[in-house]
């Protein structure tokens, strides 16, 4: 087999955000971009001569195409094996599984998670590594170095290779194995929940369910899994076929972006059980007749109910969310007298705890939640956990939800993102925020009286590694916070997110709608960043 090297010129911005690069695929499409930062990649770590390496990404626009240049960059490199879902589809659930059953060295995941795709719109890459997570910060960090240096990248002169025929193929040295993206996913999730009480519960019509793909990567996923395996009428899942661009839709699981869903369940005969995932399939939105479970109350509700779940029925060793993520679990926990980490926004962090046995489920206010089955969060996973719940208590979403909240109390919470802010604005945003902080310890606003504020820094309890920066964070007396964060996804300008959160104890105040019950909050959240006022705004662009 022949190997090229060719030589190129760096790229400035390929600094891997929250969950990997992503950005437009136009920029994608530039000569050698993609090129540079999968040469980065492999530049970055050693040890992997003759190993192999998983690939697979959500099927958007320019999957196919990425697919077929990372082959020819990683044989050049000297790996021994590429394992790639049939078709380059994997979810990324099911990749970080796929890794950590083969006992790859790693794996390259191609997707922008819930963010639109097509030609004018956004791809991504993101590398895992060996325990089938999101590469921790110093492996990104030396690959954005190796990224803005590099001169030359490695190219196989090979084919391209059918992605589409299930089955070992050999090119030279190189085995490439093209896997079924459904099968050991399937397998996995039927060893952690009940499968035979699931089936009961759809074939008598005590749960009736609608799933909705939003044309993205957990249609055959949910379709095998809730139709074939568990018995589901077909039509059960919604928008179960994956198209490169999503149907022009943001594949987003919320209640702005899963529209079709939300009219089903807030409509005149909603099924019992409602749900969606994102683009890459990590994402899940719950949802019962008439109810939105929010993703917070979600992860706390699991992990109350955990013992309900065969393969956490011996009980769970600790749990942790993301910071802007509601107190709800910290309660749960405290009540179980397990241990609950607060971690900054992003999967990656949750990795160390999970690998040394310290939790054994997580999540994050933006519609992640996940266990130790795997190192990524898990959209269909927290499907089929709330459907074991909800088959084996016998109890409908709502009821399981008011229950919560009767024991622990209701922690109400939502979320508002500005979308595309001039970066200029966003960064005099952040720097005018956190000049405020030293003087808003002890003041009061009305009943709020503010007991910390202070810029959100990490130590990983396994490493020691130390992440700073990682969001504002007011919290008052009464329990309550605002949060505000850049993101670290978005393709176009700042995004600024504000989080709001308001404990009530009070059973006869926990029907409040979360907007009126959070106005004063939402009123001081501007208070402080002006983001309306500097930006010119009116509202939030996506309230979730
Ligand atoms: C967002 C979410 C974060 C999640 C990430 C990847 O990141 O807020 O919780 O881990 O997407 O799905 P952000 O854009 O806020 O940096
Ligand atoms: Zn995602």
Redesign the pocket.
Known sequence: MQINSISTTPYTDQKP???GLRKKVTVFQQANYLENFVQSIFNSLSGFQGASLVLGGDGRYFNRQAIQTIIKIATANGFGELIIGQGGLLSTPAASHIIRKNKAFGGIILSA??NPGGPDEDFGIKYNVSNGGPAPEKFTDALYENSTTITEYKLAEIADIDLDKVGQQQVAELKITIIDPVDDYANLMANIFDFDLLKNCISSKYITLCFDAMHAITGPYAIRILEDILGAPKGTVINGIPLEDFGGGHPDPNLAHAKELASTMFGDAPPVFGAAS?GDG??NMIMGANVFVTPSDSLAIMAANASCIPAYAKGIAGVAR?M?TSQAVDRVAKKLGIPCFETP???KYFGNLLDDGQITLCG???F?SGSNHVRE?DGLWAVLFWLNLIAKKRQSVEDIVIDHWQTYGRDIYCRHDYEAVDMDIANAIVDNLRKQLPSLAGKSFAEYTVKYADEFSYTDPVDDSVSNNQGIRIGFENGSRIIF??????TVGA?L?IYLEKYEADASKHNQDAQEALAYLIELAEQFCEVKKRTGRVEPTVIT
């Open positions: 955000g929250t969950s998670s819930h994102d990590d994402r993301s802007p926004t992003g999967w994050e206010e933006s992640g969060k964060r850049l993101s670290g996804t978005g995004t997110r």
